[in-house]
């Protein structure tokens, strides 16, 4: 099967704006560039100006650096306008990270869909546990070494560090509210697959998609199976999630992704990931010819090795894939003496 064509994309900003900065966008409309202590370097958090005050949409993790960021924008950009709603559009912690702490510094209310808000309560309950036999099985399943299952055990439950504790209370998005920000109608559209119910805002009137992770310009969300649930199969929600938004989203709207760049060219954007995804499912049907283990796939799949920090996140990915393929019948998965699955073609 050959690549699919790399998406024609434009991307209208020649500038990258200063970290902590504020750069308008839009009448009303500031992406402000807020520095991350790891993973991407930073997150696009998108602040709608209105008569009273500032939304803001997505936060940063709840560390130092990004609180900072923060503060400089309170005091420089916003002076004595408050702040009086965040939205978080999922609960990853680049997203969520300084949700509480930004509502519980104006008394305001945070605004989440419900299946976000709700997980991201539950994975934060697990910060200082021990890992539950669930997840030691899930991993041995995905063969890892005793060495890796070391590392696992060692990281699990940081989610809830990168967190500023939560508001006890949030106020449900659902997908086709429509809110009116800053005197215009936003509408609420859920996708699904890089995390369970995540927001996106359309705005008609000015032409924008405030995209959040659902739809990114130069790399593929991550799409993962995790062992809370792990016959899970995120790969086709996120499918599914694609051909509605290509279908939906005007042809020269802009958006406005959590990281990286404003672009246009969505429709193409969408198209070559749903591509990407089915020549990957193509290459793995072709792989289970003969039995194979979850890090057999990586090869095939990422094309280039895993380094030990990115080992969860490859092997949640490749079970996504393994899983769709256990969902439309082309593949069996069977269980080893070991307790490690191997995957192999159903004909
Ligand atoms: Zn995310």
């Not at 750069?23 to 560039?33: F, I, L, M, N, S």
Request: net charge negative; with cysteine; hydrophobic share 35%.
């Amino acid at each position: 099967m050959t690549r699919p064509r790399r998406p024609q994309m434009t991307y209208p900003f020649s500038h990258e704006p200063e970290l902590g900065r504020p750069d308008k966008v839009a009448e009303g409309v500031y992406r402000c560039r807020i520095p991350l202590e790891f993973g991407p370097p930073y997150i696009n958090s998108w602040l709608l100006e209105e008569d009273d005050g500032w939304t803001v949409i997505d936060t940063g993790m709840g560390t130092k650096i990004s609180s900072d960021a923060w503060r400089g924008v309170f005091k420089d950009f916003f002076g004595d306008r408050p702040v009086i709603r965040v939205i978080v559009t999922h609960m990853h912690p680049d997203h969520i990270g300084l949700a509480g702490w930004i509502c519980r510094k104006w008394n305001i209310p945070l605004h989440m869909s419900q299946v976000e808000y709700l997980t991201a309560r539950t994975l934060v309950a697990d910060t200082h546990h021990d890992v539950p036999d669930e997840a030691m099985r899930f991993i041995r399943a995905a063969a890892y070494t005793d060495e890796q299952v070391d590392s696992y055990r060692a990281i699990f439950g940081k989610f809830g560090s990168f967190i500023r504790s939560l508001p006890q209370a949030y106020s449900r998005l659902r997908h086709g509210d429509r809110l009116t920000i800053g005197g215009v109608e936003w509408i609420v559209v859920i996708g699904r697959g890089h995390s369970p119910e995540h927001v996106c805002l359309h705005c008609p009137d000015k032409n924008l998609f405030i995209a959040g992770d659902q739809l990114l310009p130069e790399i593929s969300s991550n799409i993962s199976v995790w062992p809370y649930e792990p016959d899970a199969n995120p790969l086709d929600d996120w499918l599914v999630s694609c051909a509605r938004l290509k279908d939906y989203l005007p042809e020269e709207v802009l958006v406005l992704p959590a990281h990286g760049n404003p672009f246009t060219g969505a429709k193409e954007r969408l198209a070559y990931l749903i591509a990407d995804h089915e020549d990957n499912l193509a290459n793995l049907r072709e792989l289970c010819r003969t039995p194979v283990r979850v890090p057999d796939c990586f090869a095939t799949l990422f094309k280039k090795e895993i380094p030990d920090d990115k080992l969860n996140m490859a092997a949640g990915e490749t079970i996504a894939h393994l899983n769709y393929l256990i969902h439309d019948g082309s593949v069996i998965r069977e269980t080893d003496g070991n307790g490690v699955h191997l995957y192999r073609r159903a004909d």
